[in-house]
């Protein structure tokens, strides 16, 4: 069965204190990596799809990397509106009855205090 | 990008009744999808719809309960019957663009079965 598993939980920076989220996943075969961003009663934000390993994607203060068993999300200078939850999500290459069932993890709630 | 509209953004039901939930979509998509996410969980992938067939549903959701429909490229509903407090969540829609393969969500519709 696929698995996800982002740490930590929750995490709390001070404006322009850079840090990592993590993204573990455990998958018979990886199609493709995605990272959301989700904002308090809306709907994820799509952000990146890696697909192999040594892959890098960037935005802004955010950069995505993937290797064959996890994935960070840098977050460089982080401003209080990078504040959310960021959800990681893997498609397996054996989806079963869906061939684009993503798998999400729980996310990681980042506050940014000014 | 995509803009993917659903309605309602909330509603208070009452045991026993049903709720239809609406997505339109503004651009070509290959795939349309609804996902649950309730309170402190991650999404989880209730079904597939498929245009004009009966949609492909994931282990421990089914057409009785969660019927759906897709009668264009662009349009689906999701129905959540019978409801009980258990089913209260927020409902996705999701889309993944012909172009680019990217999966686009809603801002969800969030039920509360009393």
């Known amino acids: 069965e696929d698995q996800v598993t982002q740490s930590p939980e929750a995490l709390r920076l001070q404006e322009g204190e850079s840090s990592s989220l993590n993204c573990s996943y455990t998958v018979s075969g990886l199609r493709g990596l995605f990272w959301y961003r989700q904002d308090p009663g809306k709907g994820p934000e799509f952000l990146f799809t890696?697909?192999?390993a040594g892959e890098e994607k960037e935005k802004e203060r955010l950069k995505a990397t993937l290797t064959k068993k996890e994935s960070f999300l840098h977050i460089t200078a982080p401003k209080p509106e990078d504040s959310a939850t960021y959800l990681c999500?893997?498609?397996?290459?054996?989806?079963?009855?869906?061939?684009?069932?993503?798998?999400f993890g729980k996310g990681t709630l980042l506050t940014v205090n000014p | 990008s995509a803009v993917i509209s659903q309605k309602p953004s909330r509603d208070i039901c009452q045991r026993g009744t049903s709720l239809t939930i609406q997505c339109q979509v503004d651009s070509q998509v290959t795939m349309m999808f609804w996902y649950r996410q309730q309170p402190g969980q991650s999404l989880t992938l209730i079904a597939t719809a498929n245009q004009g067939s009966e949609a492909t549903y994931e282990s421990g959701f089914v057409i009785d309960k969660f019927p759906i429909s897709r009668p264009n490229l662009t349009f689906s509903t999701l129905t959540v019957s019978n409801m009980s407090p258990e089913d209260s969540s927020i409902y996705l829609c999701?889309?993944?663009?012909?172009?680019?393969?990217?999966?686009?969500f809603g801002e969800g519709s969030r039920l509360t079965v009393l």
């Open positions: 999500a893997v498609q397996a290459s054996n989806s079963g009855g869906s061939n684009y069932k993503l798998t």
């Open positions: 890696l697909y192999s």
């Open positions: 999701s889309a993944r663009l012909w172009n680019t393969g990217e999966l686009f």
